[in-house]
DNA sequence: CCCTGATTCGC
DNA sequence: GCGAATCAGG
């Protein structure tokens, strides 16, 4: 890949919005973010007033999170249908059926309330980030939870719960 | 450990 | 000019 006039134009917008060096990377696909930060230095546009860090931005996920919701394992208790984003909680009430992920759910998840999660892009999950797909699989902003995983597997310790599924439930993903 | 940007230096 | 390797830091 090389930087052609749109990339640089598109990296120096992203780079002004604040995202990370390795975000810009995802975004523009075929470089590294060793490759963006290097042009940003050649550019000269390194010096950013904000900041909106990845990280410093979960903390205060994870600190706001921690207020209002009671213990998130009401999987039983079909009665909580309130969605309220302002103290960190989120709903998945949509069915997942993606095939671009390998864990397919082939069960309609509703009415369960989780953590807020980090919405990692793909390229950034790690083997301790959890995989869970968060968001419509064909919308742009569609990435995964990439909250911290559990004790283990791939998803984090409120996903891995809404993720197993019994061997006979299984289905061959078409 | 996983992430961040900064710098260096061979290509 | 480019970017992998490396460094320093949260």
């Not at 302002?86 to 992920?101: F, I, K, P, R």
Request: proline content about 3%.
């Amino acid at each position: 890949m090389n930087w052609t006039d749109e990339r640089v134009e598109q990296l120096k917008k992203l780079w002004a919005e604040g995202l990370s060096a390795s975000q810009i990377a995802a975004q523009l696909g075929g470089v590294s973010r060793n490759a963006v930060i290097g042009k940003v230095h050649r550019l000269k546009l390194s010096g950013r007033g904000k900041t909106t860090s990845t990280q410093t931005r979960s903390k205060k996920v994870n600190t706001s999170a921690s207020s209002g919701h009671r213990s998130a394992g009401s999987l039983g208790h079909m009665s909580s249908r309130v969605v309220n984003r302002s103290v960190g909680a989120t709903a998945l009430q949509t069915e997942y059926s993606t095939d671009l992920v390998t864990h397919t759910v082939t069960k309609t998840v509703t009415d369960v309330v989780v953590p807020i999660s980090r919405r990692l892009e793909l390229v950034q999950l790690s083997e301790r980030t959890c995989k869970w797909p968060v968001g419509d699989p064909l919308q742009p902003d569609f990435n995964f939870c990439g909250n911290d995983v559990g004790d283990s597997g791939p998803y984090c310790t409120y996903h891995s719960r809404l993720a197993y599924q019994p061997a006979s439930d299984r289905r061959r993903i078409r």
